[in-house]
């Protein structure tokens, strides 16, 4: 039976272009990082002002930056951020949330309305405002970044989880295992988290992108990465003063994050589609 599933979810996702273009961005975004680990053209901590905002050409593919850096290093390199933020803060949020979700479909009642008021409480506080408030308290870095993304994570994490699991709580075999004297932890363990975990992928893949561009937008106001590690947004923030001078060292930040995010919400609609039975049958 196994054999049979496989092959036919292969061809499903070949025949899907969303899925088959966002995971070749994502592959892209990941390969980009892994890289830099083993390679980059030049090293992005050295200064070089004598090559300062140097046109693309043969020894720098995209140009240098107003330091002399070469711009393809700083990309590879930054990708490591934007990965770095997005899986951390991911998981905080995807951990937390499921827990925290689970937990009010399994207790319900009071249990259950105290958590959703604490998740609707959670969504006052974008990742951003969070951030601002931690660096008030502890300073500006990525570890602070990280943090107030996962905290902006997990109320999404813990809706969406508990909205799932309501829906297979009531579903006849549940049912047939509660009758036969199980516990509500063992039904959460061997029922309901098997059966959502399609949905919670789908989502903590979306929120991967929404991770990356919260991150960007961090470094951007000088809240997330720190010099001298490169990021994406940070390059955004140096390229302003220079709109007139260098216009294309705004460019190349731009597109890396745009295709990220595009990458990563077409991979997470695609798999959607194809882990969803419903529209599985449908295609």
Known sequence: MNTRAAPGFRQRALRHPGFVIGGVLTALLLLAAALSYLWTP?????????????????????????????????????????????????????????????????????????????????????????????????????????????????????RITRAAANAVWSRDYVLAARASGKGQW??????????????????????FAVAILAEAALSYLGLGTQPPQPSWGRMLAEAQTLMFQSPLLAVWPGVAIALSVLGLNLLGDGLRDLLDPRLSRRG
């Open 42 to 158: 030049y090293s992005v901590y050295d200064v070089d002002m004598d090559a300062k905002l140097l046109a693309p050409d043969a020894h720098h593919w995209l140009g240098t930056d107003a330091f002399g850096r070469d711009i393809v290093s700083l990309l590879l390199v930054g990708a490591r951020a934007s990965i770095l933020v997005g899986v951390i803060a991911v998981g905080i949020g995807l951990a937390v949330g499921a827990a925290l979700g689970l937990l009010a479909s399994a207790r319900r009642g009071w249990v259950e309305e105290a958590i959703m008021r604490v998740s609707d409480f959670g969504f006052a506080f974008p990742a951003i405002l969070s951030a601002i408030m931690l660096t008030a308290v502890y300073g500006p870095g990525i570890v602070n970044a990280i943090v107030a993304i996962g905290i902006y994570n997990i109320p999404t994490f813990a």
């Open 186 to 207: 063992a039904i959460t363990w061997q029922h309901i988290l098997p059966n959502i975990l399609a949905v919670l992928i789908v989502q903590a893949t979306i929120r």
